[in-house]
């Protein structure tokens, strides 16, 4: 079945710098991929999301792109922030939307 | 409009018992999906319904079930439970199956089950 690799599994980052999160999918039938940003104790949310017909998108500070070919996308965040600190899950469907595949997270720590 | 809500919040309970859970979507969503998420891990899909039909199934065993009302509501029960079914369980609603096209899933805050 559908795997989905995250790395890394945690990220520490100074206030203002960026970070740069990885996956990789095994399902080439995959077409859409979202990322989910979850606070302690709190819901997933959907932060930003890139359909597999579409290379990259960007939303002020977050940035997602996709390389198809090499089953590879990945999440980009600018000038990082204290309340970026969370755990951020990517994930992969190849219907649409349903039955999300997660990675199993990185913990993204940002040093003020 | 309100998110998608989710009963109880919290739960304990003891090896071989059972539990229903449940989950109300956002208005509107025709379609519920169920994930399980463990402590540490990203969340793994259980179930999904659209229009009270099973949609699809995740590697979870028989004593795992769920259903659809025709308001959209949804439980899911689980029975003969184990100290493995300990987590994190999380409802997500979208829009619709398949026929509307990409359809991005909003999730609740979850039911924290605890297995004694």
């Known amino acids: 079945g559908e795997n989905v690799e995250q790395h890394p599994s945690t990220l520490s980052v100074q206030e203002g710098d960026s970070a740069v999160i990885k996956c990789t999918y095994s399902?080439?039938?995959?077409?859409?991929f979202p990322w989910y940003k979850q606070e302690l104790g709190k819901r997933p949310q959907l932060i930003i999301d890139?359909?597999?017909?579409?290379g990259e998108k960007k939303d002020q500070r977050i940035a997602v792109t996709l390389n198809k070919t090499a089953k590879h996308f990945s999440l980009h965040i600018t000038e990082t922030q204290p309340e970026d600190s969370a755990v951020y899950f990517c994930?992969?469907?190849?219907?649409?939307?349903?039955?999300?595949?997660f990675g199993a997270g990185t913990i993204l720590r940002v040093k003020s | 409009d309100a998110g998608v809500t989710q009963s109880p919040t919290h739960l304990i309970k003891t090896r071989g018992q059972h539990v229903t859970l449940r989950c109300s979507p956002i208005?509107?969503?025709?379609?519920v999906s169920w994930y399980q998420q463990v402590l540490g891990q990203g969340p793994q899909f259980i179930f999904q319904?659209?229009?009270?039909?099973?949609?699809g199934r995740g590697n979870f065993p028989d004593r795992f079930s769920a259903r659809q009302f025709p308001n959209y509501s949804s439980e899911l029960n689980v029975n003969a439970l184990l100290l493995g079914d300990s987590a994190l369980y999380l409802c997500?609603?979208?829009?619709?199956?398949?026929?509307?096209?990409?359809?991005?899933?909003?999730f609740g805050d979850g039911t924290r089950l605890s297995i004694l």
């Open positions: 319904y659209y229009e009270k039909e099973e949609r």
């Open positions: 997500a609603s979208s829009l619709s199956g398949l026929s509307l096209g990409y359809q991005p899933q909003h």
């Open positions: 994930a992969a469907s190849k219907e649409y939307g349903n039955k999300l595949v």
């Open positions: 890139i359909r597999s017909n579409v």
């Open positions: 208005s509107g969503h025709k379609s």
């Open positions: 399902d080439s039938a995959s077409n859409y």
